[in-house]
């Protein structure tokens, strides 16, 4: 059964950036069927997605994040990670990781980390 | 980005009973949607892909159909655990993007 968990600070101060980590067992990140992606909800808000890497190290990001977004693997580790960086309090949000498809559709997600954009 | 809109946004049902969730695309997608549910503090779950078929170990209560902008999800029998809010997402064109979500509650 695979499993994903996200972990990382659970609040960062604005203009500084944000660093989550996904760990993932009970399959391997080194695999080219799989986008490894990450989601984000802000509270009482919908689902976005914020980009994703794929096992041969192309990336694709929300145009809106673009400018702001980094996406990177550590096979070693069978993890990948998000950094996000000038955040203000609109980046406030449960991020989810997720392992996707490459045709697009999620099999398996996170639980989901709060983190929370406060001074 | 292609705007996902589901109806209704909550739906109060019994257990046994059979319910319909509608996803509406603003352009077509041919059958690049998924379906999935979330329970509070748990990951979401995978239910429906490529609009109408199961992910693996899915019951087959759960349906899906539709193709192009219209989609539905059907959940015949509801027990206690399928009471959740169901999310269906657009993976025709990056970014992907997702409905706003319909929370299936017991009445």
């Known amino acids: 059964q695979v499993q994903l968990q996200e972990s990382g600070p659970g609040l960062v101060k604005p203009p500084e950036t944000l660093s989550l980590t996904c760990t993932v067992s009970g399959g391997s990140i080194s695999s080219f069927t799989y986008y490894w992606s990450w989601i984000r909800q802000p509270p009482g808000k919908g689902l976005e997605c914020i980009g994703y890497i794929y096992y041969g190290g192309s990336t694709n990001y929300n145009p809106s994040l673009k400018s702001r977004v980094t996406i990177s693997l550590d096979t070693s580790k069978n993890q990948f990670s998000l950094k996000l960086s000038s955040v203000t309090a609109a980046d406030t949000a449960v991020y989810y990781c997720?392992?996707?498809?490459?045709?697009?559709?999620?099999?398996?997600w996170g639980q989901g980390t709060l983190v929370t954009v406060s001074s | 980005d292609i705007q996902m809109t589901q109806s209704p946004s909550s739906l109060s049902a019994s257990v046994g009973d059979r319910v319909t969730i509608t996803c509406r695309a603003s352009q077509g997608i041919s059958n690049y949607l998924a379906w999935f549910h979330q329970k509070p503090g748990k990951a979401p779950k995978s239910l429906i892909y490529a609009a109408s078929s199961l992910q693996s170990g899915v019951p087959s209560k759960f349906s899906g159909s539709g193709s192009g902008t219209e989609f539905t999800l059907t959940i015949s029998s509801l027990q206690p655990e399928d009471f959740a809010t169901y999310y269906c997402?657009?993976?025709?064109?990056?970014?992907?993007?997702f409905g706003q979500g319909t929370k299936l509650e017991i009445k």
């Open positions: 997720a392992r996707m498809y490459t045709s697009g559709w999620i099999d398996y």
């Open positions: 997402q657009q993976y025709s064109s990056y970014p992907y993007t």
